[in-house]
Structure formats: C-alpha cells, structure tokens
C-alpha cells in the first residue's frame, strides 16, 4: 500500500503481529470514492493515453511484477527433518541416545562391553530414518498432486499504453495503467473502472456471490467489495467490456491481501499430534518412573553406580515401544489411502483422524452446499407456484406443462433471452453444456431447453425484429418478433424484468391461456407470489408479452429501439419465474449426517442473507421446525426486540452486524444457537467465526472454493478445500482437498476419520501391552539375579518383527457400534491413550502375558537342569565366562557356551510365549465393548496378521544359522504350548470385563429421558416423543438404553422430522437429539417393543 | 458420568478455584491425584485380589510342571553332549614369583582344598573298580563311586611337595572333566597339552599319559551318585629357567576318544587354554 495510504506505514515497524491484524481488517481501497480524475492524478496516468512506458517501467520496479508471492515454501530438508524430530521420533531419538550412552559407559569402563546397547541404539535410529522416509515420501506424494492442479496458464493483459493498445504478459502490469476487460477474460489487477458497456463480472470466486455483477463507473457503495466500479485481480468478467485504471497489483490487491493472510496464519498442531504428545508424556512418566525407582533399588541391592545408570538407561529404552511409530504412521497412511479412494484426498497424513474430532463444521454455500449454477427453481402462472425440477440429474418432480399460460411464458422466456449454447456440445446432457451469457438468462435457456426442446428453432421460427437490452434504469428487457404463424402478419412484443415493473405495463393478464383483465384480486396474488418466491431468497423474473395490433405496426414496421416509436404499454401479464443456485443432492443428507454425528454445521457465506438462509433450510442446516428470533417475531407479530434469543435455535446474521459484535456476544451466539448462517461475510469474517469456534473448544473444519475461504481454512483445525472448482490458494490453505467437491465426502471423512481413531487406540493397547513382558525379565534379572530371560534382539523382533502386522491389522478393524451416531470425542476427556488404556495393557494383560513368558522360562531351564530353586542368585556365576563348570541342580556341569545356548533358547522361548499370548491379545483389542463373539473374525488381515506373527517366529526359531545370527534357537514343540494357558486366561478375562462393561457402562446407568410410543396402525413404526426426566429403568429397558440397539443396522433407517429434544444414552453419554425419531424397525421388533416400550399418557 | 447438562456447570466453577495443587490433592472432594480415597483403595483391592489370582495361577502351572521332571536326570540333556575342560587352579593366568609364597599361595591353598575330597583316607571308603572298563550300576539301587585317590597325582599330589612345584618353578595344574549324566566316552580318552611356542615344553602327566580311566563313567548324577568323584589329570610343566618371565600360552586337550575338543564357539569343549608366566 506504501504510498497510497499512509495508515500502514506505522505497522511496518511493528513487525508481524501487527501486520495480521491489519490484514484481518477490512480492505483500505478508497479509489472507489475517488472521481476519475482524482484517481489518474494519483497515477500520474492519462484516461486516454495511458501511462508512458517509462512510468511503466519505473512502477514495475518500485513495486514488482503483478503476481502473488506463492507462500513461502518450506526447503525439502526441513520438511523431511520434520518427519524425521517431530512427535513420535523424539522419544525413539531419546532412546537411540541413551543407548549409545549407556554403551559409551560400558565401553569406557569395561574390556568386552556387551553390544547389546548399540545394536538397540542402531536400531532404534533405523527405525525412526526409515518411518520418518515414509511418512515424507507420502507426504511429498500428495504434495505432488497438488503441484498437477496448478494451472499454470501464463495470463495476457491488454493495457493501454501512450494511447496505444498492446498485449503484455498480465504479470507486467503496474498500477496507473489503463486495462481493457472484455467478456471471458480474467481481470488483471484490482482496477477502478473509468467505463464499461454492459459488463458483468464473476466476483464468487472473491466474495462467494453466484450471480455476475455488473460494473459501472460509478461509485454505489462505500465498502469497495460492494461498490460497483471495483473490478478485483483474478475475478472473472462474464460479459461486455470495460476499461479500469489499476489501482493495485499483485499482494497489495485484495486477492493478494487474502492470500497474504493465509500464508502468515499459523495452524496449530492437529488433535492427533497432541493426543501423540499426551501419550509420549505418559510413557516417559511410566518410564522414567519404572527407571528411577530400579536405579534405587539396584543401588540398595549393591550394584555399582554405573551399572544402575546402566540399567536406568536400559529400563528406560525398554518403555520405548520401537514398533509404534511404525504402526501409527502405517494406520494412518492406510486410511488416508481409504479416504483418497472416496474423494477425499488428505494432504498432511495426521489430518487423517482430525475431521473424526471435528466437533463443528463451518461451510461455504456456493460450489459446496449449492451446484454453483443459477436454475429455474419455480414459476408462476394460472395464479398458482409450480416448482420446477432442480437436481442435477433431473430426478425431481415436474409440474403440469400442458397449460397455454406456461407455452406462452416459455415462449416469452425463449424469446426474450439473450444467452445461447456454446457449439459443440449437442451430445452433452442440456444442462452440462456451457453458455454464453448472463447466469439467469441462461438458466431460462437451459430451462426452457429442457421442457420444450429446442430453444434455437424457436428462435429461428420467431425472427427477431427489434430488442431493447436490459439496463439498469428500465429494469426490463424487450424484444420484438414475428409469429409463427406465415399467415399471422402481427408482431409480438416480449418483455421481462423485474416483476414490479412488468407488473406496471401490464392490464390483462394469462389465466388458462384465456387474456383477462387484470383486477385487484390479481394484484393482490401475484404479490403475494412474488413475496414467497422472493422469500425463499430466489432472483424472481416477471415475463409479459403483447400480440401488436397489426393496423398500428403493419409488417415491416420500422421499430425503432433506441427512441422507442411503439408501445411498452397495456401489456399482457404472463407468468413468474424465479431462480436460485440450487443445493447439491447429496447434501441435506450429509448435513443429517452431521447431526446425528453431534457434528454442528455452520453456514458462513458472501451471499445475501435470505438466499443463505433458503439454502440453509433446503440443506437442513437450519432444520424444519426451527424458527430464527426473525421468524418468532413475525409469528407473533412482535418486534424482533421482545423474543428471548433463547427461544430460536436458528440464527442468521449478517455481516454487518457480525462486525459490531464483541467478543463475548459472538461466543454466546455459537453456543446458544444451534442453527446458524453467517451471510455477507468478508474473508476476514470468516476467519474471525473459526477463531469464536475454536476459542469456545471445538475442533473445527472449513469447507470452501474460494479465495475468500483460504484464511479460515488454514486457521480451522482441518480446511477442506473443493478438488474441481476450488481455487489454487484454497487448496494449498486446506489440509484436505474434496476430489468430488461434495460435501456428502465429508461424511466419509469424518466416519474414517473415528474409526482410525478407535483403531489406533487399540493398535496402541495392543502394542503397549507387550512392553510389560518384554521389561519384567530385564528387572527381575536385576533384582533376583536370575540369568536373563530376554534378550535386547528378540525384543526387537517382537517390537518390529511378529507384533506389527497384527498391530497395522486392527487398522482393517470395522467399528463396533456406528460411529456416525455418537457425539464428536472431547478432546480433553476423551484420550487416544488414557491412564485406563495403560492400567488395563500394563498393569493387567500385560502382567499375564509375562507371566506366560516367564513360566516357559522357568520349563526350559528347569527341562535342561536347572531347577528354579537354583536360580535365584545364579546370575553371578551364570554370567561369568571364566567359569566353566557350573552345577546344575542334577549336578551335571556347564562351561560357559553350554548355557548360553541354553540362555539364548530361553530368549526363544520367551519370545515364542510372547507371540502367543499376543495371539489372545490381538483378538482382546479387537473390541472395546463388544464381545469378540458379537464382533465376528470378519477381518482377514487380522486372521493373516496371526499366521504371519506365528510363522515368523517359527522361523527365526527354525532357520538353520539364526543361532548365529540372531542368536535363536529351535524349541522343542512342546514348549510352544507353555504359554497356551495364559494365552486363554488373557482371551477369558477379557471377556469377562468386557461383559461387565456392557452390563455397567460408564459404571451407572443413566436415566433416560424418552418416552416410546407404539403405534399400533403401522406396526414397524415406533415414535419416540419428548418426555423430560422420566427414568425407564429396569432390566428391560437397560436393552434400550445399550446403543448397540439403536445401531444395530436394521434401526439405522431412522427419519428426523418434528421437534423435542431426546437424550438416549450410549451407556458413556447423553446424546441429545432436536428430533422426534421415527424408527422403522423390523417386524420383530414390536413384539419386543411392547414389553419394552410403554407409552406414558401425557 | 453425568448428563450432558451438569457437565458445563461442573467445568464452569472450576477453573477459579483449582489449581495445579489440586491435581495432586483437591481438598474440596478430596481427591487425590485425580482420585479419592475410596477409589483408591478400590484399585488397590482390585490389583491385590487380581495380582493374587496370578500368582495362584502361576504357581499352579509351576507345581504341574515340576511333577512332570524326574528328580535323577534332567528331561533334555542335549544341551551338554559334551564336556568341558576346567583346570585348578581357578585362574586362566597363573603368574607367580617362585620365590614369594604370598604370590603362590593362593594357588597351593586352592589346590589343597580341591584336593580333599580326594584325600585317600576319604577315596578308602569308595570301590575300587576295574580298569579300562564302564562301571555301569544302571539297576542298582544304590550306585557306588570308583574311587581316584589324590595320591595317584604323585609329585603334583601336594603329599610329597605340599607346593605343587610352584617353589621350584615347576607348577602343577590339575584337569578336570565337568560331570555330565550318563556320558561314556568311547576310545581311550587322554589330556594332552601343549605349549604354543616353537621348542615343545616338557610336561610330566600323572595318571600316567593323562589318562581318564573308563570306570568313572558314566556318573548318574547328584541325588544318585552323591559321593561322586570326576578323575583328574595332573599336568606338571617342567619350565626352565629360560622360560621364567615369559608368558607360556598352554592348551590341554582331550585326546584320543569320541570326546568334542574342537568347537568354533565354546573354546571349553574338550579343552582349555591358560597362561603361565613365573617370575623369579
């Protein structure tokens, strides 16, 4: 801005920080206000000559090529440093650390330091190298993907300069040139237009409006997005043409500014890295807590202070699940696989899970509610509305079409109609094809196209005579044509415009096809048409025709249009037609969807306020039955001051007023309302609704095209930008990009997204709990100086080799109850790992499997001679190599190597238990709830995951020179089954808890608050209806309150229709629900119902 | 768990109140680290009664388990086919200074007390058995020992030199087979050691040629063969003056039987391998 407007130079010197806010504010163009003239003094530029092209020349220099600076991008080595030091990586890098430490310890202290910390600090670091690689390969695969939706299509300018006109490269463009628009081109800069004919610009992309404004050199408003004689960089001009002085260039446009924005927010971590963050915390406390307290012990038990630092460092590693970063990132990248599959491409793979914690949605109407095209929604003629069919695939209903009244608007509607089909396209569907002109004159072609065939015939058959154009002060546009009729020698006069003024010229009126006059009665009802159709926040057109008596305008009268010689008077009134950009098919689903999920949508549009509120209630977001404080005040007929705000759950508020709202009033409207639309809202505001959302706790996604939507998608938690139409700043601002630009996709979204987050949960328990059996013997060898149970190598088979593929299988996992009907995860009480998480795999499962582990030690040892009695203290000798002949307890003696081997096959052994103790385990952490019983072995990569996890380890067991390599040794096969029973105590206790879950859910169970009523007359129909606070109870209805009921698939097809408010409990939680249900159930269910259901008369 | 509507209130007095304090002890519901008493105690029962079941359970798996051994031989014996070599002293560098008994003192009592169950008033009491054959008892009850009297180690006895030559330089080292249950050698299993140098070292073996004599095995392990002595070979190394303050690296073999002695790993099996440097 520089120059132009000294309000910013002060912010220069206050850095960053204040630069965002200045950026939050609303645009400084003030050009607008300016006369022409005042605004070429500005330049130094001339409106006709234009600039020189030495001023020219000087501009570019002083203020750069007219192009946006792209984001700064972060260098390739920093990104992959980020995979390789972010979250999970820091606490393997620790371990990895601590082990060359505690080697570097024992090699400065001992002659033959054992290698077993620096081969675990080596692997350790393989590990996080290779994951980190990964997850920065898949990261760079979608980042490539973005790069191919550039499109980079070199820009051409026309600008006048010393009065010539010449094309240059749109990037050349300074500020003071003279620039000439026409009709398809892009605008080059932000200009203020000196002149135009008939020009129509595209501003959606900008302020999320359908509909092309016109432009004019006048100035109609103050705030310069509104003003007419404001044409914005990167808009599109849809027709006519114009001339502009540019104003701004490059990142000082409001494109620019937008985009500038965007770059400098910074998102904050997404819920996973700090559900990762809260789990590292907790493992290290686990860790660091299990290390100290040996190292004190170790100290008392008399062990050197080296050898307890020792045995710290190496208690610490062992808390270090190897495996799991591994596994998370693998989960991850599978869903994000899945979700690419279903059009929802996700850029940053921890983005994955966070739209299953999104709590609110806060989405633009045009392009992701809406089709993002104007159609004729409905007409009015006969005196009556009919509705025409708006879905994309015309699958909707159609309306009488034989009446005379309706061919003669569709013929007026033909007629006077400027927009025709681009060539080519005759094998596309009609409303496939591309147009040229107006958005609702094509709308009305592609309408008339469809119900009455071909529209050029029409045309052809009806020879235009005259036309009289539509302009602003008319408000109507006319044309005047033959009849079809060779004999008929009559011209006909064809008018539409704004309804009033038609209405005005009009004195007859079609009724049936039948002239008649037009009378009060008639006034009064189209009226009152055109307020409902108004209402319903469409563009309505009115459409009037007159046959011309033949004495006053013989054939070949010379119609003159500019000084109109003939009448535009005493018309005859046709019909209404009104038309809106219509919301997509899929949507009012998806937003029921979201509600059932406990996901709260937001409207946040630049469109007008009663289309946004039209299209909220067609989609659902704004519900049936749901009144804004508006509505309640004209129900009532009482200004809207004297509604209780907490009567309408519904909202819609104007940008406007969004701008005076504090902080506090702001927060009380999104917590109070559940129902909102925000309509002309600036890009600014939107960002500023994100940030209400967020401060008020909820983890909140974005949808959105535009370059308006960019800053708030990049401040959401996870942005959603549109795969066809959206913008290329709004795709490099989102973290998800809708391939379909579907909203319905969301919902796969967030159903992926929490299943991933339920599977992780179990992949983790799954994971952790084979921590407690592969640290036991470390500590016992410690402390009972028993010789080592296992070793450092088969622990990392376990944790990188057999525990994997069953870890990454409960990925494959299908939900337990449906996730779609639950109420989003609280971030602060729900936890991916939780004390509970760990109590159960550590304290519990984990427990059990070292004792399956141990007590096939104990058989070997015992097997081989030495009894466990003996054992217990045995470490001194056992470990020593000068001593060669060590007693049994039969008296046999062994050298050294001797029991190694034995040691070594012991470590086999354990490590064999481990894997089948994980056997039961995998199948325990299938389910959280359910039984496996009710859950099925439906997953087949589980079942491979068990023959994968046991054929491995028979491997490493059997292969000939693993005792060399890995130092494994083949079992004898009746040691494979020592684990067994502990195996099936594992698999028995935890159904056992699980049944006393199911039977205790949340430890009370809640009361519900529904009352049930069964309807007799339709058997499968049950109505749950509002009812407050009374408790049903009893055994009987506990089968009501388990969710697994109302999930179970044949009660899914429930209807949302009506009011009150119903609590039904999942056994965890309250759901509350604006809804009465309808529930179709199957024909059993009634039988079961009547025992269950009583319906309590009011 | 409380319905959806108290959550908010709960949440909406504490932030004035709590603090960090109170995540370690809330004396307004006392809690203790997140926790109350009650349900503290509640935990602490749970894990008692569970950790109980466990150990229940495991000492159960161990009892069934221990009745399935047999207390005279061990269920798998492949793990020790064969036997080690050992040497007395216990020490793998034997350095001494001929002339200070302090330094070879240890050596000697070492020695001495190994020898005791050897002593001949104690070998008098075991059967003396036939030579050059397997004393197999494998019906008997009560399986006696053959017995090794120390004096058949002569001059590295410690009757005649109670030194064991260590004064003259001359030091004896005993070797000894580890016991193994059932182990017969075949062949005619004798130590032979040497010297790894150029010029052969002059060693005097007693038994006779090193020899390990047949009625010694097999051994039918400690709870039958309680009593059970291994035979040792004494090997004298007859160092000269020359070799004093050299350190000799010696090998001992088993020689001349079925009897392992050449393992890439375990440099035990079948022999051993010490260093002696006397320094005068």
Known sequence: MGDKDGKSSPSKKNKKGKDMDELKKEVPITEHKMSIEECCRKFNTDIVQGLTNAKAAEFLIRDGPNCLTP???????????????????????????????????QAATEDEPAGDNLYLGIVLSVVVVVTGCFSYFQEAKSSKIMESFKNMVPQQALVIREGEKMTINAEEVVAGDLVEVKGGDRIPADLRVVSAHGCKVDNSSLTGESEPQSRSPDCTHDNPLETRNVAFFSTNCVEGTARGIVVCTGDRTVMGRIATLTSGLESGKTPIAKEIEHFIHLITGVAVFLGITFFILAVCLGYTWLEAVIFLIGIIVANVPEGLLATVTVCLTLTAKRMAKKNCLVKNLEAVETLGSTSTICSDKTGTLTQNRMTVAHMWFDNQIHEADTTEDQSGASFDKTSASWAALARVAALCNRAVFKAGQDQLPILKRDTAGDASESALLKCIELSCGSVKQIREKNKKVAEIPFNSTNKYQLSVHETEDPNDNRYLLVMKGAPERILDRCTTIIIQGKEQPMDEEMKESFQNAYMELGGLGERVLGFCHLLMPEDQYPKG???????????????????????IDPPRAAVPDAVGKCRSAGIKVIMVTGDHPITAKAIAKGVGIISEGNETVEDIASRLNIPVSQVNPRDAKACVIHGTDLKELSQDQMDDILRNHTEIVFARTSPQQKLIIVEGCQRLGAIV??????????????????????????SDVSKQAADMILLDDNFASIVTGVEEGRLIFDNLKKSIAYTLTSNIPEITPFLLFIIVNIPLPLGTITILCIDLGTDMVPAISLAYEAAESDIMKRQPRNPTRDKLVNERLISIAYGQIGMIQALGGFFSYFVILAENGFLPSILVGIRLNWDDRACNDLEDSYGQQWTYEQRKIVEFTCHTAFFVSIVVVQWADVIVCKTRRNSVFQQGMKNKILIFGLFEETALAAFLSYTPGMDVALRMFPLKPSWWFCAVPYSVLIFVYDEIRKLLIRRNPGGKWLSLSLCITFRPESCHEICICNFTHKSLIDTKTRKLSNASLFSSPTLSSYRLGGKGDILLSDGYRLYSYPYIFHLFLPPFIPSLARHVFRCPTP | MSTKEETPVADGDKPQTSSWKDSIYNPRTGEFIGRTAKSWALILLFYLVFYGFLAGMFTLTMWVMLQTLDDNIPTYRD?????????????????????????????????????????????????????????????????????????????????????????????????????????????????????????????????????????????????????YVQPLVAVK???????????LTVECKIEGSDLRNSDDRDKFLGRVTFRVKVVE
């Open chain 2, 79 to 227: 793990r020790v086919a064969s036997p080690g070599l050992v040497i007395r002293p216990r020490s793998l560098d034997i350095v001494f200074n001929r002339t200070d008994t302090k330094q070879y003192g240890q050596y000697v009592q070492h020695l001495e007390n190994f020898l005791q169950q050897y002593n001949d008033t104690v070998q008098e009491r075991n059967e003396l058995c036939m030579v050059g054959e397997y004393y197999e008892q494998d019906d008997q009850e009560e399986k006696k020992v053959c017995q090794f009297k120390r004096s058949l180690l002569r001059q590295c006895s410690g009757l005649s030199d109670t030194t064991f030559g260590y004064t003259e330089g001359k030091p004896c080292v005993l070797v000894k087979m580890n016991r193994i249950i059932g182990l017969k050698p075949r062949g005619d299993p004798y130590i032979n050691c040497t010297a790894k140098r150029e010029s052969p070292l002059q060693m005097q073996y007693f038994p006779s040629e090193g020899r390990f004599d047949k009625m010694y095995f097999p051994y039918y392990g400690k709870n039958l063969h309680s009593t």
């Open chain 1, 701 to 726: 996604a974005v949808t959105g095209d535009g370059v308006n939507d960019s800053p708030a998608l990049k401040k959401a938690d996870i942005g959603v930008a549109m795969g066809i139409s959206g």
């Open chain 1, 557 to 579: 009268f010379a119609f003159d249009c500019d000084d109109v010689n003939f009448t535009t008077e005493s018309l005859c009134f046709v019909g209404l037609m009104s038309m």
């Open chain 1, 71 to 105: 984001p700064p991008t972060t260098p390739e080595w920093i990104k992959f440093c980020r995979q390789l030091f972010g979250g999970f990586s820091i606490l393997l890098w620790t371990g990895a650390i601590l082990c060359f430490l505690a080697y570097a310890i």
């Open chain 2, 237 to 247: 190394l007859l160092l000269t003056k020359e070799d004093y303050n050299n350190e």
